[in-house]
């Protein structure tokens, strides 16, 4: 067996290892995001049940804001800290995070007609599909997407801190339609993104699945994002 038949067998046991892991991968990112969707909706139904929670929550602001500290600290943490983390922690604070993002979203129940928050959420999972597969089957290359949605989002963050003080309700609608505009971008940005990682992904170890994992956050942050600015739209209140 000369050098180029050995080389060209290396090549092609790399590319069947590739070609295996990618829906693989792949399967996993939808999986991990789905799970924490719906440990997120289960929690905010339970805590919107549960009186004494509610009260634990949004009667002691102490209490409100260590679960957004925490929610930010965990987002920061796992994505600065993903290569150091073994997959069970990552896995775990993936899942703490679900759960206190649900415990936050408990007040839309408490806000919003329960019609109008089905309705919104089967809009948001329609458009969210759609981005998503658009992100997918592209052939364009949507990088420079992503560079002018993350700026947009920074000034979108702005504008939601000013308007914290200004109270304008014209302000905030103006938020909500950009809102919307911003994360069904970024649904298709990070699909893509996310696809490439998982198509050049060599295996199916612990290190690709932990960032299979970081890919369903990042998704999961598009649909919740996107689910609760087409609410601040569609919502019809109680």
């Known amino acids: 067996m000369d050098y180029e038949e050995i080389n060209y067998r290396s090549t092609a046991s790399r590319e069947a290892a590739v070609a295996a892991a990618f829906p693989a991968l792949m ?6 995001m789905t799970l924490a ?8 139904y ?27 600290a965990i987002v920061i943490g796992v994505t600065a800290a993903i290569n150091k983390l073994s997959l069970p922690v990552a896995t775990l604070l993936f899942i703490l995070y679900s759960v206190i993002n649900g415990a936050l979203l408990s007040s839309i129940f408490l806000i919003y007609t329960s019609g109008s928050i089905a309705l919104t959420f089967f809009i948001t999972a329609g458009t969210f599909g759609a981005m998503s597969i658009y992100g997918y ?8 997407w992503g560079k002018l949605l993350m700026m947009a989002l920074i000034g979108l963050i702005i504008a939601t801190v000013v308007n914290l003080f200004m109270k304008s309700s014209g ?23 996310i696809k490439e990682m998982c198509m050049n992904a060599p295996d199916t170890g612990e290190t690709m699945q ?7 956050l990042s998704l ?19």
């Not at 969707?37 to 905010?44: H, R």
């Not at 009260?55 to 957004?68: C, D, E, K, R, S």
């Not at 932990?210 to 369903?216: C, D, M, P, R």
């Not at 999961?220 to 109680?238: A, H, S």
Request: aromatic residues 14%; proline residues 0%; positive net charge.
């Open 137 to 144: 089957t592209t052939k364009s290359d949507l990088t420079k």
């Open 46 to 72: 339970v805590v919107a049940t549960n009186e004494t929670i509610l009260t634990l929550i949004y009667g002691n602001q102490a209490t409100f804001w260590v679960l957004v500290i925490a929610e930010l």
């Open 37 to 44: 969707l719906v440990i997120t909706g289960l929690t905010a």
């Open 27 to 32: 399967r996993k990112v939808y999986v991990w």
């Open 210 to 216: 932990k960032y299979a994992l970081l890919g369903a």
């Open 171 to 193: 302000l905030d609608m103006i938020i909500s339609y950009v809102g919307v505009l911003i994360f069904v971008g970024l649904t298709a940005y990070d699909t893509q993104k």
């Open 220 to 238: 999961y942050l598009d649909f919740i994002n996107l689910f609760i600015y087409l609410l601040r739209i569609l919502g019809r209140r109680e």
